[in-house]
């Protein structure tokens, strides 16, 4: 799992990522160390649980991606089967190349 997140670290602007359970309980991470594991993880199974319940009162399916645009950076949130996958990034990114990356660590990860 660990060279899963590393090899999605090394793309540009990606800051860290890791994995959380649904429940908020962190699986695997590789955060800058400006990053706090434990907060970050709460606030990605917080917000997907949010996302889920919103969209279910609209009669949608669950949510496969969330992505969060700030002043500091952007945060890409992902189903990932087992948990969440989080993305940190940089605010200036290409969002097609993170995406893609983003895409090919959650084939690894559900093993496919």
């Not at 160390?33 to 434990?38: I, K, T």
């Not at 995406?99 to 559900?110: D, G, T």
């Amino acid at each position: 799992m660990y060279s899963v997140l590393g090899e999605l670290n090394k793309t540009s602007g990606v800051r860290g990522s890791m994995l959380v359970g649904n429940d908020g309980i962190i699986i695997a991470a590789d955060l800058d160390s400006h990053l706090e594991d434990e907060a970050v993880g709460a606030m990605a199974a917080s917000i997907m649980s949010n996302v889920s319940k919103a969209l279910d009162r609209l009669r949608q399916n669950n949510p496969e991606r969330v992505t969060i645009e700030a002043d500091a950076g952007k945060i890409f949130l992902s189903d990932a089967g087992v948990g969440i996958l989080a993305v940190i990034t940089e605010p200036n990114i290409n969002v097609g190349l993170v995406r893609l990356e983003i895409k090919n660590a959650l084939a690894h990860i559900k093993g496919q």
